[in-house]
């Protein structure tokens, strides 16, 4: 492992589906393979991590105009299973998808706490570009930067999937091709998740 205490940037951005909307849950539930193709978007999540004894993620919270306005929102916890699990859970923590993706990490050997600053954020929320996956993607990649795990994007995929269900939500696994970037990906969805082609 190297030397984990650098801070690391990251961005993850959004995602568009070009074609193949609700491909993941037809093949991950039919006789036949789902495919679609995506897209990642100019807007995006931009952030800091570093180890941390803990676990904490902050963000500017933007006026009513989208400006900085000055004021943090934060959370934190001990960097262990039942309290990430806890957050997580908690339908009030705005920061619930990322304890998520933190729960999943924990069982990776080698990984500790982490602490995130996201610095900038364009990507708008609840309107279909998959801002609640790219938040998940961000915090796997933290841990991968920061932990220098090496892993490969389908693991990272597979952590921030498992971390995002972990809250309740209904999400599927074409969200999470905003690990790719702006380049365009074509997903086939199967009893076996996703293949990428």
């Known amino acids: 492992m190297s030397d984990a205490r650098q801070s690391v940037e990251l961005f993850v951005p959004g995602r568009l589906c070009l074609f193949g909307e609700h491909a993941d849950w037809a093949g991950a539930r039919g006789p036949h393979l789902g495919y679609c193709l995506v897209i990642g978007t100019d807007q995006g999540i931009t952030a800091e991590a570093r180890p941390s004894d803990e676990f904490a993620v902050e963000s500017q919270i933007p006026d009513a105009d989208g400006r900085p306005s000055g004021r943090v929102r934060r959370m934190s916890c001990p960097f262990e299973p039942d309290a990430l699990r806890e957050a997580a859970c908690d339908q009030d923590e705005f920061f619930r998808y990322c304890a998520g993706v933190a729960h999943q990490m924990a069982d990776v050997p080698g990984v500790g706490g ?16 998959s801002s609640s996956a790219a938040v998940c993607i961000l915090l796997a990649r933290a841990f991968d930067a920061v932990y220098d795990l090496r892993l490969f994007p389908h693991e990272l995929m597979e952590a921030a999937y498992h971390g995002e269900r972990l809250t309740g939500s209904g999400c599927g696994r074409m969200d999470q091709a905003c690990i790719y970037g702006k380049t365009p990906v074509l997903l086939t969805f199967g009893s076996k998740a996703w293949v990428r082609s």
């Open 114 to 129: 982490l602490e995130v600053r996201i610095t900038a954020m364009d990507l708008p929320l609840r309107k279909g570009v």
